[in-house]
């Protein structure tokens, strides 16, 4: 079955990519990787998850913006390959957490993008990880997440 096979049967539609919100493009092919720009929990351009983890909104829905984070960054990837069946796997995960002094539950949060990846890739969606906590994000995002995919060739 092929990654867009997979996640048509687990309901998930990748949406057309997000409009960057600055001076940047949503990804980039350097060689055999595609590297993407930082991803937020946008939902037909609306902003899903905002405020601080612990304060405003609870890890789970933090796990959920994550999850939404790393749909976005797929979007990003199928724009460049046009199809998300030429990934080879996922390299690596970046994400940045909107959390309150004292929260260190930045892994837990991520987990809901890393889980998400590798119910979709199975072993090929198991990658490298950063989880940072951050004091702000852009437009005030709950989370924020960037990821690197090697490309088959062809």
């Given at each position: ?53 612990d ?5 789970e ?27 080879e ?50 437009l ?15």
């Amino acid at each position: 079955m092929s990654y867009e096979e997979k996640l048509s049967d687990m309901g998930v539609n990748i949406p057309a990519v997000p409009k960057p919100v600055a001076a940047y493009i949503p990804a980039v092919r350097a060689g055999s990787c595609v590297y993407t720009s930082g991803q937020l929990p946008l939902v037909d351009g609306k902003l899903m998850f905002s405020g601080k983890i612990d304060r405003d909104l609870s890890v789970e829905e933090g796990c959920r913006a994550a999850r939404l984070c790393v749909i976005n960054c797929l979007a990003a990837i199928k724009s460049v390959l046009g199809t998300l069946d030429n990934i080879e796997r996922i390299v690596k995960v970046t994400g940045f957490v909107n959390s309150i002094s004292g929260f260190t539950g930045q892994p837990q949060v991520i987990n809901g993008a890393s889980d998400f990846l590798i119910e979709v890739f199975g072993a090929k969606g198991q990658h490298a990880r950063a989880a940072v906590g951050v004091s702000e994000l852009p437009l005030d995002s709950a989370v924020e997440i960037e990821m690197i995919a090697l490309v088959k060739e062809p």
